[in-house]
């Protein structure tokens, strides 16, 4: 009777694991949401889409054989290639939650092509006007960029109002006021909640 509990124990203890343990593969996508920070949570009101996702980051996984890196470009460091464990302590210290998503197979590119492409724009600094650059990249632009050979995501006029309203969003006032410079409304841009829409990608879980 004892093996039979230690068993039936051992049994839903794995389960348990393997539920927890998602498989993380070359080419996946991160995106980030649920941060507390002020810029987050501006980007997340006007980006907004019918799939209710409440994201404000998106990061690449590079899988080198037992080693796994992301590729991201983030306001602290710019663009850069860190450990998982190093991005996910990150990212989730403020209470962030992050979701994988991948590329679904009738869609798949070079994911090689799409990593070199990113670690061509690594050391880049981060791109705080979201006016599009080749000198300087936010998130969603460096991961349209790695991806942009295979045409998996495309550029939408950019807004800074919340969905329904007319007047600008306060934070997004605030933040180019500080600037000093006119809000880019209408500007060609890229955000997580719009990528993470997209028909091409599908969910897979949560790290």
């Not at 093996?3 to 051992?10: E, K, Q, Y």
């Not at 348990?16 to 002020?38: A, E, H, I």
């Not at 009101?45 to 991201?72: D, G, M, R, Y």
């Not at 290639?81 to 197979?105: C, N, P, T, W």
């Amino acid at each position: 009777m004892k093996w039979h509990f230690g068993f039936i124990f051992l049994i839903i203890f794995s389960c348990q694991n393997s539920n927890f343990q998602t498989p993380l593969k070359n080419g996946d996508l991160l995106f980030v949401g649920n941060s507390t920070g002020n810029l987050s949570k501006a980007i997340d009101q006007v980006t907004q889409t019918e799939k209710e996702t409440n994201f404000s980051h998106i990061a690449l996984i590079e899988k080198n054989n037992n080693e796994i890196w992301v590729l991201h470009a983030a306001p602290k460091n710019g663009s850069e290639r860190i450990s998982l464990k190093e991005f996910l302590a990150e990212e989730k210290k403020d209470g962030s939650v992050v979701e994988i998503y991948r590329i679904k197979k009738e869609f798949r590119p070079n994911f090689d092509s799409a990593i070199s492409n990113a670690k061509s724009m690594l050391g880049k600094p981060y791109n705080f006007t979201y006016v599009l650059s080749d000198t300087a990249y936010y998130c969603s632009d460096f991961i349209y960029h790695s991806f942009e050979n295979d045409s998996i995501f495309q550029m939408n006029p950019m807004t800074f109002k919340n969905p329904g309203e007319e007047e600008f969003n306060p934070g997004w006032i605030e933040f180019y006021e500080k600037l000093n410079m006119e809000i880019p409304e209408g500007k060609p841009g890229c955000n997580p909640n719009g990528m993470a829409a997209s028909e091409k990608l599908e969910r897979i879980g949560r790290l």
